[in-house]
């Protein structure tokens, strides 16, 4: 029986890893007949399948404003609170005319329960899929803790309930990268260089990579891993 899979996140559009995620999972869930539904603060996808919000976008100017009051500073104000709550009730609104409007199933947040851009955005949500039981993947790309700006902030109490610690990462997978760990060195300069100015390196490299994401990363492994997570909430078929 094929389901209404909602995707949600701050911006799904262009060629950004995120959005180009969300379209390969999509992909894998349509050839088993589920429909899948989008909401974002920006979006490039069917308008009849889609709920555009332009508040959810990280860039917009409220969130903007929000961002500087709690990030890079250790206490914030009553004022800012009051700001936080107001905007995720009206995108918990949202989120919930979205789900309605489209029937909608499951739920796919994408990043934006790992990263905080837009955190009244991630409490309404967590709020959500608490307060419905909507079956959730929550399908992170990169986590607070690994940006040096998001590691002081005046919203940990926020950061602990929507964001929370999970820990899969792709490097302990093998792959071959130059790594910044928050600010630029001389040793990643020369690392880049040495790509840069040498093909046999490079076609190493992204042989390597490629070999790499192909084992974990290929539409086979995610078919085969959706699958699963669909038949534990669902008791269907799986997808493979």
């Not at 974990?216 to 534990?232: E, G, M, P, Q, W």
Request: proline share 5%; glycine share 6%; net charge positive.
């Amino acid at each position: 029986m094929g389901r209404n899979i909602g995707f949600i996140s701050t911006r799904i559009a262009g060629t950004d890893g995120v959005s180009m995620e969300a379209s390969k999972w999509a992909i894998v869930l349509r050839q088993k007949g589920h429909a899948c539904f989008w909401f974002a603060g920006e979006l490039d996808r069917a308008p009849q399948r889609s709920l555009l919000v332009p508040e959810a976008h990280f860039n917009h100017e409220q969130n903007q404003w929000l961002n500087g009051q709690i990030f890079g500073r250790r206490g914030r104000t009553a004022e800012v609170t009051r700001v936080i709550h107001n905007v995720k009730s009206r995108l918990k609104a949202e989120l919930q005319a979205f789900v309605d409007k489209f029937a909608i199933d499951m739920l796919i947040p994408q990043n934006v329960l790992a990263i905080p851009m837009h955190v009244p955005l991630a409490i309404a949500l967590t709020e959500l899929i608490s307060e419905t039981q909507l079956p959730t993947i929550a399908h992170h790309h990169d986590f607070y803790w690994e940006r040096s700006r998001y590691l002081v902030n005046a919203v940990g109490e926020y950061l602990r309930m929507a964001f929370p610690p999970y820990l899969p990462n792709i490097e302990p997978r093998g792959f071959n990268l130059v790594v910044m760990d928050g600010y630029l060195t001389p040793t990643n300069i020369r690392a880049v260089r040495d790509i840069i100015t040498s093909t046999e390196l490079r076609e190493k490299i992204v042989n390597h990579n490629y070999a790499v994401a192909q084992k974990h990363f290929s539409y086979a492994v995610l078919r085969k891993r959706l699958s699963y997570l669909v038949n534990l909430f669902f008791g269907e078929e799986t997808i493979c």
